[in-house]
């Protein structure tokens, strides 16, 4: 089982959709949990990262971390297709003092049509 | 201006080869990284430098070396290439290693070898 688990889509919705990304994770010790999107031949590019349970909102982006449940969110309101992308979420983990290293899911491909 | 910098963007070798990979930051980042994203978009740690010094080595291939000649750049030498290193390979960088949650990347070396 990984320890990062998302699906690997495609999601496909109409332009103005709201839609929902999820992950779940088997790992109590992650901490900071992080929404990269990442567009075809280009590299990831972060979104938001957030540290406690509970919602953070930044324009038409909302990520969700529930730590009791070990699930994360990302929605995004009003769905553009310039949205079209795949979404990685990421997860930092930390052992003693000075190694960190940040877990990655496998990416949810969005498809938002005109 | 580009944050993160890689060259080549593109790599086709032979077996049996040696390649380098270069990245440059100019973020005045001190924390840079090298990924590896496989065929199903599975992005994954290699190294990590933190001013020039090696702080993680997620058990690579000896094959893999990676340099820091100072802390904006961050090069990655591959000996005795195999089919298995086809990939797309990543440099990021990080404000400090602490900050490992806001990351970012470069543009990727899509890495094909015959």
């Known amino acids: 089982q990984k320890e990062v688990e998302q699906d690997p889509g495609p999601l496909s919705v109409p332009e103005g959709a709201i839609v929902s990304l999820n992950c779940t994770y088997s790992?109590?010790?992650?901490?900071?949990f992080m929404w990269y999107r990442q567009y075809s031949r280009k590299g990831p590019e972060l979104l938001m990262y957030?540290?406690?349970?509970g919602n953070k909102e930044d324009g038409r982006f909302t990520a969700q971390v529930d730590k009791s449940s070990k699930y994360i969110s990302l929605f995004i309101r009003d769905s553009q297709p310039s949205d079209s992308a795949t979404y990685l979420c990421a997860m930092r983990f930390v052992r003693g003092t000075g190694f960190q290293k940040l877990v990655f899911g496998t990416g949810t491909r969005l498809l938002v049509s005109p | 201006d580009t944050a993160v910098s890689q060259t080549p963007k593109y790599l086709v070798t032979q077996m049996g080869n040696d390649k380098s990979i270069k990245c440059e930051q100019n973020?005045?980042?001190?924390?840079m990284y090298w990924y590896k994203q496989d065929s199903k978009k599975f992005l994954k740690i290699m190294f990590s430098?933190?001013?020039?010094?090696?702080?993680i080595n997620e058990t690579v291939p000896n094959r893999f070396s990676p340099k820091s000649p100072d802390k904006a750049h961050l090069n990655l030498h591959i000996n005795s290439l195999e089919l298995g290193d086809s990939a797309v390979y990543f440099c990021a960088s990080s404000p400090r290693t602490s900050d490992t949650y806001e990351q970012y990347f470069g543009p990727g070396t899509r890495l094909t070898v015959t």
């Open positions: 973020l005045g980042h001190d924390t």
């Open positions: 430098y933190n001013n020039k010094e090696l702080i």
């Open positions: 957030t540290y406690s349970s």
């Open positions: 790992n109590s010790a992650f901490q900071y």
